[in-house]
């Protein structure tokens, strides 16, 4: 019996996002705008997985993400291992975890926060990295996994 794989060309510089929960591979490439990426961008999903049971991966050629969706994707996919390729080389890889403070990423879901009413930029402590939970600086409501959204 013979072995089927799918093959997929390298990339020569970007990065590889490994280990997203199968259940949030395109919430995490919609939060990271890749659909007006302009550049090779390859999403899969449910492939097998150790450490998972299925994941999705996606890589980008030519792209590099600042801290700021480094911490989408912590909040997203606590899971996922960020891979820096340089000339087709592995460079960095890092398991993304979720920090303890999240500045500016975050929207604060308490309507009258006073982020949301004046030109005041967003800051949270993580309370709960299990459960998400993250407490805002200003108003100290805790805004929760069902209620997140980035700005």
Avoid: R
């Avoid at 990426?37 to 050629?61: F, H, P, R, W, Y």
């Amino acid at each position: 019996m013979s072995k089927k794989e799918l093959v997929v060309s390298a990339i020569k510089n970007g990065t590889v996002i490994d280990h997203i929960p199968a259940d949030m591979l395109f919430q995490v490439a919609k939060t990271l705008n890749l659909t007006s990426c302009k550049t090779q961008v390859l999403l899969a999903n449910n492939l097998d997985s150790e450490k998972l049971g299925k994941k999705g991966i996606i890589k980008c050629q030519d792209k590099f993400f600042e801290q700021d969706d480094i911490n989408k994707i912590a909040l997203m996919a606590p899971t996922a291992t960020l891979i820096t390729i340089k000339d087709y080389e592995i460079v960095e890889k890092i398991s993304i975890g979720i920090p303890n403070y999240i500045e500016g990423t975050v929207k604060c879901f308490n309507p009258k926060c006073i982020t949301n009413v004046e030109n005041v930029m967003t800051k949270f402590n993580v309370i709960d990295k299990s459960e998400l939970k993250l407490q805002c600086c200003y108003c100290q409501k805790i805004t929760k996994k069902d209620t997140l959204s980035f700005l």
